[in-house]
């Protein structure tokens, strides 16, 4: 069986939650490759050694590049704030190896376009962060769609917010500067834009309106000194689909209360769907005819379930889902997966997204090809 090092540059949450696949993923699917946890890279190489040993990892590396020189490691998996995405990714396609990047995939349409571009040539297998995709219950909603369970889709109405930022005293961070791809379109937008073209297909053209709320923020938590902010706390907009749909997308980080709200209602002539990813483990469907919705339960009969409870009911989790994401990416590797998020795809993400800030910048619908 074919060997792949892992090497995995960052330590912060989503370090963790890649540690946390690949060690799940060798434990819970029979993979068609060997999975070794080669390196993992910090900038602080105390920390690196600290968390290579508890992860599980073989090396540490004080420095991304020496993780990417590592003849060890195959597949690098990039976990760092945005702006670090781009130069990082490079030089792991450079440098012949796989690659693995949170979203969004960079901090500009120009840097994602470089990107997709050089993997392309390269001939290099790229996935992106899209985690939420690999829901089970995702899943069962992209079949009753392509299957016209719900008929030709005339809507989407989607929003993803959290309130993680909704205290105006809650300090500065990298998130909050533009050259870091800072924002909420592009912390928490970008999943729902993805989650729209997965669902329903690419968009055509875009109107849009985004705010910022909070014009200053504390440069350090307690500080009185404060610090300008120039991106978006909220942004709403009007998609219009390619399939003739109609759609509405909303991303807020200061609604107080929502702690993971991605959700989405999708309308079709023959019924309605909905989800909520703080209740990932249900769909609520109603045919026409019904007088209200049916409750779906997620269980084993829906492909990646049973291979964690074998009974329906018991729920997964936001690790189970990583964890079904590294699943494909190993088969991607092992030529036989096609349905992560690649960095083609997600370059269309960020067309998308850019699409809409042009169209709130300049207060008028956006075709998709203009950008």
């Not at 249900?282 to 026409?288: D, I, K, Q, S």
Request: charged letters at 20%.
């Amino acid at each position: 069986m074919r060997e792949l090092g892992i090497g995995l540059i960052g330590t912060g949450f989503m370090g963790r939650a890649h540690a946390l696949a690949f060690n799940n993923a060798r434990a819970v699917f029979e993979l068609p490759v060997l999975l070794k946890l080669a390196a993992l890279a910090d900038a602080d190489s105390e920390r690196a050694q600290r968390c290579a040993t508890a992860w599980g990892f073989a090396k540490a590396h004080g420095d991304w590049q020496a993780l990417i020189n590592d003849p060890n490691v195959d597949v690098v998996a990039i976990t760092t704030p945005n702006h670090l995405h781009y130069p990082m990714a490079m030089a792991a396609i450079a440098a012949g190896k796989a690659v693995y990047c949170e979203k969004p995939l960079a901090v500009s349409l120009e840097q994602a376009d470089a990107m997709r571009r050089a993997a392309s040539a390269a001939g290099v297998v790229t996935r992106v962060g899209y985690n939420y995709q690999h829901n089970p219950m995702i899943t069962l909603a992209r079949q009753m769609i392509t299957s016209g369970d719900l008929g030709e889709i005339i809507s989407f109405q989607g929003e993803f917010s959290e309130d993680f930022m909704a205290n105006p005293a809650s300090p500065w961070s990298w998130r909050c500067e533009v050259e870091h791809a800072g924002g909420a379109l592009a912390d928490l937008g970008s999943h729902l834009l993805s989650m729209a073209r997965y669902l329903v297909g690419d968009v055509t053209s875009v109107c849009a309106d985004t705010q910022t709320v909070h014009g200053q923020r504390p440069a350090i938590n307690g500080s009185t000194e404060l610090k300008s902010i120039a991106v978006d706390d909220q942004v709403h907009a009007l998609l219009r689909f390619a399939n003739g749909a109609r759609g509405t997308v909303s991303s807020s980080w200061l609604k107080h209360g929502y702690k993971n709200h991605l959700s989405f209602e999708i309308s079709g002539t023959k019924g309605t769907l909905a989800f909520d990813q703080e209740r990932l483990n249900e769909l609520r469907v109603c045919r026409a005819g019904q007088d209200g919705f049916q409750r779906l339960l997620a269980g084993p009969a829906l492909p990646g379930y049973a291979a964690f409870s074998p009974a329906a009911g018991h729920q997964l989790g936001y690790n189970e889902l990583k964890t079904l994401e590294v699943q494909e990416l190993m088969l991607a590797l092992a030529g036989q997966g096609t349905d992560g998020t690649d960095f083609e795809a997600a370059w269309e993400v960020e067309r998308l997204a850019t699409a809409i800030r042009v169209a709130a910048r300049e207060e008028r619908w956006v075709h998709i090809e203009e950008v």
